[in-house]
Structures are given as C-alpha cells and as structure tokens.
C-alpha cells in the first residue's frame, strides 16, 4: 500500500481498463474508416461500370431516380423517368465493308470491333474537351459518339452571365472614361456651367446589355469556346482515321488469310459523319430493358452525313452546323462540296470534307506516346491544324491549283452552269491524278499493276487501270460530274442550287 492511501494494484487496473477502451475505439475508427472505404470503392465501381455500359446518358438516368420522392421517402428505382434537353456534337463512326468481316470471321468480328473500338474510344477521350467525350453505343459496325455541351436550361443560363460580364465591363469603361473626361474639362476651364452640366448628364447615361431574345432553339455559335470545344470533337475523329492505319492489333488483320487473302490485300477503312444541335437525352424501354439514349434530328442527320461519306468517296462529312462552330484555322482545311437536303429533312445545308487519304501515308512514322499525346490535346491551340504531321499527312495529296479548280467548279455546278462547271471538274480530277502520281503516293500500287497488265489483253489493262485511275482521283469531283451527266449535262429549269440525297 502507498502513503497516500491508495493501492497501486487498483490504479494498474484503472489504467489498464482505459487503455483497453481506448484500444476499443481505436478499432471502432479503423472499422468504421474500412467500411467508409470500402462503400466509397464499391459505389465508384457501380458508377464506372453504369458510365461504361449506359454511357453519359447514365449518369443522368440515375441522379434523376436518386431525386424522386414519394410521400417524403426515395422513391423505388424506375428507369424509366423522363428525359432532358441538352446540347451536343453528335458523331457516326462506320466501320466498311463490315458486311464481308462478318461473314469472313464469324464469332472472332467481336475481336476485330474491339480493336476498332479501342482505337476511337481513345481518341474520342483525349481530344474530347475536359470529360465531353463519350462513347455512347455501338451499332454493330457503327459507334454513336457524343461530345456533350451541357443541358439546355444550364447552356443558356451560363451564355447569359457571360453575355451580363461582357457589357457590365463596357459600362465600367465606359463610365470611367467619362468621369475623366468631366474632371479634365473642369480642370482645364475650356467650358463653361453648360458644358459641365452635359458632362454631368452623359455621366448619369448607363449602356445596358441588349436583351436577347430567348427562343427555343440556341444559336450554338454564341457560346463563349464553342471554337475550341468543336476543333477538339472533329480532331477526334481525324486522329482516329490515322490511328486505324497505325494500331498493329489493326494492320495484323491485314495480313490474315480470312480478310488478307495472307498477301496484305485488306486494311481496316472507317467513315465519319457529324452535326450540331439539340436532343433528347434519357432512357428508353420498360422495366425489363433500357438503354440509355439520344433522340434528336441532329442524332440522324450525323448518321445521314457519315452514310454520304460512301456517295462522295471521302472519309468524313460534316454537316454546315459543324463546319460553322469551327474556329478560323481549322475552317481553311475543310472544302465544301455539295449543297444538299438529306432524306427526311428539308433543310438544305453545305456540307463539307477533310480531305483524307492513307495509300502511300506511314502514320506509324508519326507515331507519339500516349503521355505526349496526352498533352497534345491537353495544349490545344488552333495552330495545331498546319503544323501536326498526321493531319498534314493524310491531306498532302491536295494542292492549290487542285482546290481552285474545284472551288470554280463546284460554283459553277450550283449556279446552274453546268457545262462549264463539268470542265472545271474534270481538271480538278485530272490534276488530283497528277500530283498522286507524280509525288509517288501510290507508286507501289502502279507498279503492280503495271506489271499484271503485261499479261492482260488491252481491254483488261484498260480496265485495270480505269480502276486505279477512280481510286487515285478526286471523289467529290467525279460524284458531281456524275450528277451533271445523269441530268444530261445541262441544269433543269427549276435548279434551285442544292439537291436531294436521296438514299440514307
């Protein structure tokens, strides 16, 4: 026993039992974080895996069914909920031929699409503007990709502030600058009480912001970054053609005896089409299958414009909503080539093409890390467009004198002057044909088939060489003199300057 009266062995047990009930706690924290972790982890999974198999749509499925309330209670989860409006860049992406894959491959053309999709969905991702690109659904050989701008009301809203910030900044300028003015003239006594009280009275004068007229369809160009957001969805798709044409998992279907033939003779080729505007976003089905979803106009017109792609032989068309939400660099590269209405719409708009070739292109040569790639996109500017090697390497192919005789041509063929729109043309194929030919951009094709043709009859070898000569030259060109000469040379008397496409 102490001195002081008290037994050591009780206070040994009294700091024992505080240390245990520390101990305690201590695994009550550790428990509880764990679990908190573990809850964290399994709801960040159920998210990726709901934005991987409903794509961005998903998203908004699920936070309106979280929102739903019955009788103060959340209420039980129904997909089926209404949509929403939003903005967005709507892409088609198409895979040829897809038809004879399919046959060819049988179950392995999960394989191939996998493949092709690894492709697109990278691009899609890294060029998208902060996380705006996404897959949304694939269509056998088509891909839907979207590059979401934002819901309607909430694009509308930020357009406003930033519309209010513009002009607040000028009345503050313009303010100030009158304030100085009065200060001077009293200063220099240049004027008497008269002037100084019409200074005084434009000081009281405030600019104000011109109301804009709200209706239901915006004017996507009117938004602040718009230029950036559409150069960055469009170079998505253009890096995807060249990495088609680099990817090895892609160029060794090429050498298969299935596709291939086992002598190269087959390449993975993908066309693209786009278009600007509003849709529906949400689900559609019943409580035993949804899919998340886009129901739009613009939806279908992306469709029709990557369809069309096959009319023209072009790799991509984008539709004249795109084309006008590009930024001023990117706008030089693209070439109008039609003026049309598609099938089930009566707009008639230009559509426009990057022009694109392959044969006689090594993309593996400007092949870039994904890390450097990554900051490619991350360090966009709209100089990009004439300095990147792949974008000037699928384009070498045109020239100057090539673009202005179809330019003249293709005005020519809208105003109605079809005879000497249809010479006009022709040269422009002519010297397409020339510049491939001369430049050797497909020298190993011409060689080959200058060697078959050693052993061919003449009207083969014509033939043969017909074909080489459609592939080397210029398709909008031929598409339009095939029109002309479908209509027997000469515009009809009521040529309204665009036409039909009449098949989807």
Not at 14 to 31: C, M, Y
Not at 210 to 220: C, G, R, S, Y
Not at 225 to 231: K, L, P, Q, R, V
Not at 492 to 502: C, E, I, K, N, V
Request: hydrophobic share 40%; charged share 30%.
């Amino acid at each position: 026993i102490r001195s002081d009266g008290f037994d050591s062995d009780s206070e040994t047990d009294v700091s024992s039992d505080e240390e245990s009930f520390d101990d305690v706690l201590d695994n009550q924290d550790q428990l509880g974080n764990f679990e908190t972790e573990q809850l964290i982890s399994a709801v960040t999974k159920i998210t990726d895996l709901l934005r991987k198999c409903w794509g961005v749509a998903g998203a908004g499925i699920i936070s309106s069914n979280l929102a739903r309330q019955e009788d103060g209670l959340t209420a039980v989860f129904n997909p089926c909920v209404p949509g929403r409006m939003v903005y967005a860049l709507f892409g088609f992406a198409a895979i040829k031929g897809f038809d004879h894959m399919l046959r060819s491959l049988g179950e392995d053309i999960m394989v191939l699409i996998n493949d092709v999709a690894a492709v697109l969905h990278g691009e899609c991702y890294r060029w998208g503007f902060g996380d705006s690109g996404q897959c949304n659904k694939n269509l056998g050989a088509a891909f839907l990709m979207v590059y979401r701008i934002g819901d309607v009301k909430e694009v509308k809203e930020k357009r406003d502030r930033a519309t209010d910030v513009i002009f607040d900044s000028v009345n503050t300028e313009k303010e100030r600058n009158l304030s100085f003015s009065v200060i001077r003239r009293r200063k220099n006594k240049r004027s008497g009480a008269a002037v100084n009280a019409a200074a005084l009275k434009l000081k009281r004068k405030v600019i104000k912001a011109p109301k804009i007229v709200k209706t239901e369809t915006l004017a996507l160009s009117s938004l602040p970054g718009i230029n950036t957001f559409t150069d960055r969805a469009v170079l998505g798709m253009l890096k995807t053609y060249a990495g088609i044409y680099r990817d090895q998992k892609l160029l060794n279907w090429r050498d298969g005896f299935r596709l291939g033939a086992g002598v190269g003779a087959f390449s993975v080729d993908m066309i693209f089409g786009m278009d600007a505007g509003w849709a529906v976003e949400g689900a559609v089905g019943s409580e035993h299958k949804i899919d998340a979803t886009y129901l739009s106009p613009h939806v279908n017109m992306a469709s029709r414009m990557m369809s069309a792609c096959k009319q023209y032989g072009v790799s991509i068309l984008l539709s004249q909503s795109v084309e006008e939400l590009l930024s001023d660099q990117a706008r030089t590269k693209f070439r109008h080539l039609d003026t049309i209405t598609v099938k089930g719409s009566s707009v008639k708009q230009k559509i426009y093409t990057y022009a694109t070739r392959q044969k006689g292109v090594d993309f593996f040569l400007f092949e870039r890390s994904a890390e450097d790639a990554d900051l490619d996109a991350e360090r966009y500017s709209p100089n990009l467009w004439h300095t990147d090697m792949d974008l000037r390497a699928m384009r070498q192919h045109v020239s100057d004198e090539f673009l202005e005789s179809f330019n003249r041509g293709r005005d020519l063929y809208l105003a109605g002057k079809w005879e000497q729109a249809a010479k006009h043309l022709r040269a422009a194929d002519d010297i397409m044909v020339e510049t491939i030919t001369e430049e050797g951009f497909m020298a190993e094709e011409l060689n080959e088939i200058r060697a078959r043709t050693k052993m061919m009859s003449a009207e083969d070898a014509d033939a043969e060489e017909a074909h080489l000569r459609s592939e080397m030259g210029d398709g909008p060109s031929r598409r339009l003199l095939a029109f002309i000469e479908d209509h027997g040379g000469r515009a009809p008397p009521d040529w309204r300057g665009f036409r039909p496409l009449t098949s989807k």
